[in-house]
């Protein structure tokens, strides 16, 4: 099993839709969650950090369920330029174990 | 604020070259660096970290090394390029809350 897996997509879904992803994690003891935002050959970009208690930031609402061990991100109302891979990262809270799920690619149509 | 810093941004090498790609870092100290490679259609390999000056940890076993010279200079080399060491090369700033800055990267294509 991978330490943090996510559903490749592709997501396609037309301007305005909601959109939502999980990522898995198999590590118990983790401690950090975020989601990345990459757009096509650029690097990543922090979207948000995941709390325990959940974040909203405008449109977009990351969730943490450890006892499952996922991870969400929800999308309302998607605009175009939300098009991108999104990439969900785990770290124990250790210096080098920072660990990337390969990503999950969003296309919104208009 | 923290910025970081990498170039070149592409690079077309020979297979048996050397490659030497740069990594610098402003507005902080003692910076928890790495290098990542993400091959295409693929996710991020962790390939070396650094938490200070001359240590280097190794996660992949490959012709690729790593060197810290200055707390906020960290350098990606290699005697000689494989075709299969092509891609998007990646160094990371370790902020306080364990997330990543990202440099904007380099891509590289081994011919």
């Known amino acids: 099993r991978k330490e943090v897996e996510q559903d490749p997509g592709p997501f396609n879904v037309p301007e305005g839709a909601t959109v939502a992803f999980n990522c898995t994690y198999s590590n118990s003891a983790s401690q950090s969650f975020f989601w990345y935002r990459q757009d096509c050959r650029k690097e990543p970009k922090l979207l948000m950090s995941v709390y325990s208690s959940g974040n909203e930031d405008g449109r977009f609402t990351a969730q943490l369920n450890r006892a499952s061990q996922y991870i969400s991100l929800l999308i309302r109302d998607s605009k175009l330029s939300d098009s991108a891979t999104y990439l969900c990262?785990?770290?124990?809270?250790?210096?080098?174990?920072?660990?990337f799920g390969a990503g999950t690619r969003l296309t919104v149509k208009p | 604020s923290q910025t970081i810093h990498q170039w070149p941004a592409t690079l077309v090498q020979p297979v048996g070259s050397p490659l030497s790609l740069e990594c610098t870092v402003e507005?902080?100290?003692?910076?928890?660096l790495y290098w990542y490679r993400q091959a295409a259609g693929r996710g991020l390999q962790l390939l070396f970290y650094?938490?200070?000056?001359?240590?280097i940890s190794s996660e992949v076993p490959q012709n690729l090394s790593a060197s810290r010279p200055q707390d906020r200079q960290f350098i990606l080399s290699s005697k000689k390029l494989l075709l299969s060491d092509s891609g998007f090369y990646l160094c990371?700033?370790?902020?306080?809350?364990?997330?990543?800055?990202f440099g904007s990267g380099t891509r590289l294509t081994v011919v």
């Open positions: 507005g902080t100290s003692n910076p928890n």
């Open positions: 990371a700033l370790q902020g306080e809350d364990y997330g990543y800055t």
């Open positions: 990262v785990v770290n124990k809270g250790n210096n080098n174990d920072m660990r």
């Open positions: 650094s938490v200070g000056i001359g240590q």
